[in-house]
């Protein structure tokens, strides 16, 4: 019953943080390490990196938004 109340009050405390203003930033880190942070490390033939950096940009943008979405529908 404890873990129970201690997950509700996290969860009212996300969806009363997590904004549209919070949204962008986390979609924008997203994207900078698609787009820029990946091309640097091509550049420096870093392949190793190059994945690691594809996957967490991927993960912010989808992660971002699909929070973002859970929140607002429940």
Known sequence: MLLIEWMKIS?????????????????????????VDYKSLKAKKLKKEMKICRFIGAAYVIGGIGLFVILKLF
């Not at 009212?12 to 962008?24: D, H």
């Open 11 to 35: 969860y009212r405390a996300i969806k009363e943080f997590y904004s549209v203003y919070i949204l962008l930033m986390v979609v924008s880190i997203g994207l900078f390490s698609l787009l």
